[in-house]
T-cell receptor
Framework: DTEVTQTPKHLVMGMTNKKSLKCEQHMGHRAMYWYKQKAKKPPELMFV???????INESVPSRFSPECPNSSLLNLHLHALQPEDSALYLC?????????????FGPGTRLTVL | KQEVTQIPAALSVPEGENLVLNCSFTDSAIYNLQWFRQDPGKGLTSLLLIQSSQREQTSGRLNASLDKSSGRSTLYIAASQPGDSATYLCAVRTYNQGGKLIFGQGTELSVKP
């Protein structure tokens, strides 16, 4: 298995809802990442997990809560989001967090906040 | 602070042309440079990764070069096809920014049949 999968593909939620995004990889990678991408812009790093521990939080608002329950799975829990949080959320993984490792991206979840 | 620039922002070519996409970066202290392809509304597909010690990488019709001292990389696409239409992003990892990926704004490529 050489891919990163993300579910759901699309998500529409209200500002009072709680939802979760899921990312999975079975390549034995021990670093996993969440990115946010607005239309016509490059991805922006949100979080990095290394060996299931949070390594980097790019000052993301607390309404986004990441979780890495095991080495293959990464979740992003969403609560009380704002319409400006609507974006494509991308998950990525790499063999290790070390900077010479190639990152592989999933297909993304298109999030719309009403 | 590392800045990555991609020129042009958009490019339209007829099918069969060879083309070059450019990427420049301001801080030459990089670990590596990665080229990605992104189709509309989709995720990023990694095309090529060039480590700082390498000069070029090839995969099929794609060839990427790296000149670290001048802060430049090019992605050469041979015999372009309509299926190559996508946005192409380059990203670098820089020593003094914790090795995180710093992306350019992308080049939107359209190959006309």
């Amino acid at each position: 298995d050489t891919e990163v999968t993300q579910t759901p593909k699309h998500l529409v939620m209200g500002m009072t809802n709680k939802k979760s995004l899921k990312c999975e990889q079975h390549m034995g990678h021990r670093a996993m990442y969440w990115y946010k991408q607005k239309a016509k812009k490059p991805p922006e790093l949100m979080f990095v997990y290394s060996y299931e521990k949070l390594s980097i939080n790019e000052s993301v608002p607390s309404r986004f809560s990441p979780e890495c329950p095991n080495s293959s799975l990464l979740n992003l829990h969403l609560h009380a989001l704002q319409p400006e949080d609507s974006a494509l959320y991308l998950c990525a993984s790499s063999f290790r967090e070390e900077s010479y490792n190639e990152q592989f991206f999933g297909p993304g979840t298109r999030l719309t906040v009403l | 602070k590392q800045e990555v620039t991609q020129i042009p922002a958009a490019l339209s070519v007829p099918e069969g042309e060879n083309l070059v996409l450019n990427c420049s970066f301001t801080d030459s202290a990089i670990y590596n440079l990665q080229w990605f392809r992104q189709d509309p509304g989709k995720g990023l597909t990694s095309l090529l990764l060039i480590q700082s010690s390498q000069r070029e990488q090839t995969s099929g019709r794609l060839n990427a070069s790296l000149d670290k001292s001048s802060g430049r990389s090019t992605l050469y696409i041979a015999a372009s096809q309509p299926g190559d239409s996508a946005t192409y992003l380059c990203a670098v990892r820089t020593y003094n920014q914790g090795g995180k990926l710093i992306f350019g704004q992308g080049t939107e490529l359209s190959v006309k049949p």
